[in-house]
């Protein structure tokens, strides 16, 4: 069974930071490019931040670019995401996605949010 489940979620001030931890199984996670994306109250999905199966390239959103870093580990089956610089405006729910030209996978997403 694939599963991919994100963690790290909470509450935080602006300014502060959250790394967000997503672990894969079920499928060759190595092998995938991952993504993150984000979805805030009201809105449509937006597209975060994405690094390449080998981590060799990795690309950010112009909203989340110099706060955010996106890395991964093969060996754990693990992609992150370091959220620092936090704003009000990343308020959302932060969901991983794996891909390649033929498979698409989603977990159930994690709130991050940001409140003083």
């Known amino acids: 069974e694939v599963q991919l489940v994100e963690s790290g979620g909470g509450l935080v001030q602006p300014g502060g930071s959250l790394r967000l931890s997503c672990a894969a199984s079920?499928?060759?996670?190595?092998?995938?490019?991952m993504s993150w994306v984000r979805q805030a109250p009201g809105k449509g999905p937006e597209w975060v931040s994405a690094?390449?199966?080998?981590?060799?390239?990795?690309y950010y959103a112009d909203s989340v670019k110099g706060r955010f870093i996106i890395s991964r580990e093969n060996a754990k089956n693990t992609v992150y995401l370091q959220m620092n610089s936090l704003k009000p405006e990343d308020t959302a729910v932060y969901y991983c996605n794996a891909w390649t030209s033929t498979y698409d996978y989603w977990g159930q997403g994690t709130q991050v949010t940001v409140s003083s």
């Open positions: 079920g499928f060759t996670f190595g092998s995938y490019d």
């Open positions: 690094i390449r199966w080998n981590g060799a390239n990795t």
